[in-house]
């Protein structure tokens, strides 16, 4: 349609059909081909456009897992080389952290969060953002602040959780206040393998409930003796037992605080 000469037009065919794992379907009709090949081609029509601008709504959905994964690696490589914008609509967080250098994270047309993918999962400032990224989920606890000799935490029903020193002293006028409590399962540690090395790490018994397979992780889910479930991530080679009580600790450093109301994170 744009009148390219021939010999671009097979210089991008070349480079873009093997690239999307069309051989072999160049001379098909699109109603001879799949959903998730169409998606493909697609793709490549947008691509080989060479847009200033390159807007691209979920473009991997219908892609099995290791076409995905080559398709990702393509698009990364080829912002590297020619230096395009793309601006990646997906659902698929763990494509989000993947592919992106600055995540937007959107919830019903509202802007939760726009940081760089590192920002979101270190400090995630709603608890919309806290859920979406990372994977397993965040554990989610109601608590209120608290203070104790030993410093400034939030009282839970896995007990009490206290807080490094850094954002305890900023919390030190807070005490009294219900709050929502945000841990993630990879800074949850089993002390069959770790053992508390900070004082703002917190001890919690768990009666194991499930042992779930991640590969080479296990995610391990828990509940306390007041009935409230976490999930922990362990190495796949852990000896742990369903039905087992079980100690592990909770990194303080890694302990996020929201408002229930707001949602927002208190100290971000």
Known sequence: IRKAPDYELF??????????????????????ISGGQRQRVALARAIVLDPDVLLLDEPLSNLDAALRDMAMEELKRMHRQVGKTIIYVTHNQAEAMTMS?????????????????????????????AEFIGSPTMNIL?????????????ATANGFLLLDKVRGDKAAGMVG??????????????????????YSDTR??????LVESLGDKS??????????????????????????????????????????????????
């Open 11 to 32: 210089d991008k065919l070349s480079w873009v059909v093997p690239m999307l794992g069309l051989e072999g379907l160049e001379k098909r009709l699109p109603k001879e």
């Open 101 to 129: 250098e600055r995540i937007a994270v959107l919830n019903t047309g509202k802007l939760e969060q726009y940081d760089t993918p590192r920002g979101v999962y270190d400090l995630p400032r709603t608890i919309f953002a």
């Open 142 to 154: 109601d608590g209120t602040m608290a203070r104790r000799k030993d410093g400034v935490g939030v």
């Open 177 to 198: 206040r219900p709050v929502k409590v945000g841990v993630r399962p990879q800074n949850i540690h089993y002390t069959g393998r770790s053992t508390p090395r900070r």
């Open 204 to 209: 919690v018994e768990l009666l194991v409930e």
């Open 219 to 268: 995610l391990v889910v828990g509940r306390t003796t007041e009935g409230t479930v976490m999930r922990f991530v362990v190495e796949r080679d852990e000896d742990i037992v369903i039905d087992s009580q079980i100690e592990v600790f909770v990194d303080g450093r890694r302990v996020h605080v929201f408002d229930p109301e707001a949602k927002r994170n208190l100290f971000g």
